[in-house]
């Protein structure tokens, strides 16, 4: 990460498995206040590109059909996300506010990796994700009708293999997000701005 630039921390990781909630806990932390999340982002997306499929049918994994499917539509959805959080990081560096961004199709392959903090998370116990997954109040009530519990999983390995090819630590959720919090701000020498 480019010392020059102000802290942008970009959280990972496919739903139910504690991106909001360790954003928002960076956030208190750190005390930045400029966040975004990519679902808000997408929804703004799909009304100024109301013509791209991949923008329109944002998020909607139901309907691939195969795993190979599930993986493409991934990539196609990270790509235009590293463009959009591109340009956030461009917008940072004038400005030099720091940002928490925080989405499922965020990938280091479409990421301005230098310019930013890059945070995946996983949940390695799988009968914890599913919990999480299948609870309302955790998960998004609209994504249980978008993606099934089994893409949910493909679209982990996929985040946590991208992670490791770009030799990027893959924290394990199943800690509380304050521990996780504690971890990061640790590792990564980071202050209050």
Known sequence: ??????????????????????????????RIKQSAGLGVISRVLSFIEKTN????DWGNYKDCKDEQGVIDKLHKEA??????????VEKAKLTGAPYIIDGVQLLPDYLPMNDI???PLTLLDEVE????????????????????????????????RSARQHAVEV???????DEIA?????????YPT
Request: glycine content about 6%.
């Open 117 to 119: 903090l890059f945070i």
């Open 171 to 177: 924290i394990n959720s199943q800690i509380p997000e």
């Open 79 to 88: 790509a235009i996300a590293g463009g959009v959080i591109s340009s956030i």
């Open 1 to 30: 990460m480019d010392l020059d630039s102000p802290l942008i921390v970009v959280v990972s990781g496919t739903y139910g498995v504690g991106k909001t909630s360790l954003a928002f806990s960076l956030s208190q932390r750190l």
């Open 129 to 160: 994700h599913r919990k999480r997954f299948l609870t309302p109040d955790t998960t998004k009530v609209r994504h249980l009708d978008n993606v099934s519990f089994l893409n949910v999983r493909l679209i982990d390995r996929e985040i946590v």
């Open 53 to 56: 499929p991949t923008i329109s």
């Open 182 to 190: 504690n971890h990061i701000i640790k590792t990564h020498n980071l």
